[in-house]
């Protein structure tokens, strides 16, 4: 696949079969079908046109579902409002408001999910507020999470620092942070 990504995130619970419909009433040629294994996601795709691809990705491992789009940039063209009208996504707002969200179920599929957008959410500046709370959120399930992979995804200004003031209060998650304070040093060296 081509970047940039159009991504979005299926709701869910949203059924999947109305990209499967659209799929079969555009005659796209199916051009991937990966069954899920263990460590592994499903992926089937699409060709939509020459240069477009339409992927459907099922994290298995934390419940999201993304349609990812190459060849139509990130914001997207005649496929992704296609994709759109027939498909339940997720808003941003509403990925922002889980992600801040005290519950450590809707925290996590809020950060879950933005970590898939990470193109898409850029530069908006509830990014690393988001980041900032499931950092600190009392559930050191949601904490540990957002060791794992806010590094690996999305290294922002001050979450370095972030870390650091974190370091003496994390005393059951301090390998975590003191592996993502390495890892963002080794970042910054190049």
């Known amino acids: 696949m081509s970047t940039p990504y159009w991504r979005r995130i299926l709701r ?5 079969a109305a990209l499967h419909e659209l799929a079969a009433s555009q005659d796209w040629q199916q051009i991937a079908d990966e069954p899920r294994r263990h ?3 499903r992926r089937l795709g699409w060709k939509a046109t020459e240069d477009v691809e339409v992927h459907l990705l099922e994290f298995f491992t934390h419940g999201q579902r993304a349609v990812v ?6 914001e997207g063209g005649p496929v992704a409002a296609s994709l759109e009208a027939a498909l339940d996504f997720r808003t941003l707002d509403e990925i922002y ?3 801040t969200s005290d519950d450590p179920r809707a925290a996590l599929s809020g950060f879950y999910a933005l970590t898939e957008l990470t193109s898409l959410v850029g530069d908006d500046p509830r990014t690393s507020d988001a980041y900032l709370h499931v950092l600190q959120h009392k559930e050191m399930v949601v904490r540990a999470a957002a060791l794992r992979l806010t590094g690996a995804y999305r290294a922002w200004p001050g979450l370095k620092d972030a870390l650091i003031a974190r370091r003496s209060l994390e005393l059951d998650l301090a390998e975590l942070v003191d592996e993502m304070i390495e890892y963002l040093e080794e970042e910054e060296s190049g």
């Open 12 to 16: 869910a619970g949203a059924p999947a």
């Open 69 to 74: 789009l190459a060849g139509e940039g990130p």
């Open 39 to 41: 460590h592994h996601s």
């Open 97 to 99: 408001a889980d992600t």
